[in-house]
């Protein structure tokens, strides 16, 4: 089984068979990255924290390798307006955290906000879990090549204002990358791309899978982008 056959409760499993060659330094850093190169923020050992999960989904489009984001409503609560991977919290369904819970949730969540069809997306590799203090959520990245592209866009206007791809080219262009920083005094890898700033945790991500894949280019750290308090 190397391709997950839907979402909701079915076999969910992890294969790289077949995967396009481009891929193998993703795959590579996905098997050796430990989780305090990926971020300083590691989940609590008291295993305190709600358990999520995000799709980092790579495809093939036009201009090559390119990863699939959305962006947030202005309205939600927390992370309003930003960008992201798919994704969001664990469902009782999902089944256990610590097993392949998170594999279904990322594909789960992904077919609610973006409407992507589960059944073309082969799941490769799963990044060590990671933790975002402000809002306490333990992330599971999980990464996917999108075999079989299906039609994706905004499903609930109310939590999504847009779904779009990025060119992994773009990313890695040293003219599309600053550090942003924010009021609070943090500071971190930001992505200029599709009429959107990237930055927070899925910039962070982004940024380590380009360095330990081996794509990262030299950019210039010292350009900045001021965040307000509202981010």
Known sequence: MTRASNAQGGPVAIGKDGLPDWLDPV???VETVAPGQLSRFLPPENGTGRQSAVLILFGEGE?????LL???ASSLRSHAGQPSFPGGALDPEDGDPHADGPLRAALREAEEETGLDPSGVQLFGVLPKLYIPVSG???TPVLGWWREPSPVGVVDPNETAR???VPVADLTDPAHRATAVHPSGHRGPAFLVESALVWG???GLIDRLL???GWERPWDR???VPLDWRS
């Not at 201009?63 to 990863?67: H, Q, S």
């Open 27 to 29: 795959v590579r850093a």
């Open 63 to 67: 201009r090559g390798p390119e990863l």
């Open 70 to 72: 959305m962006e947030r």
């Open 137 to 139: 959520f333990v992330v």
């Open 163 to 165: 779904v779009f791809t």
């Open 201 to 203: 945790f899925t910039a």
């Open 211 to 213: 360095h330990y894949a």
């Open 222 to 224: 010292e350009k900045q």
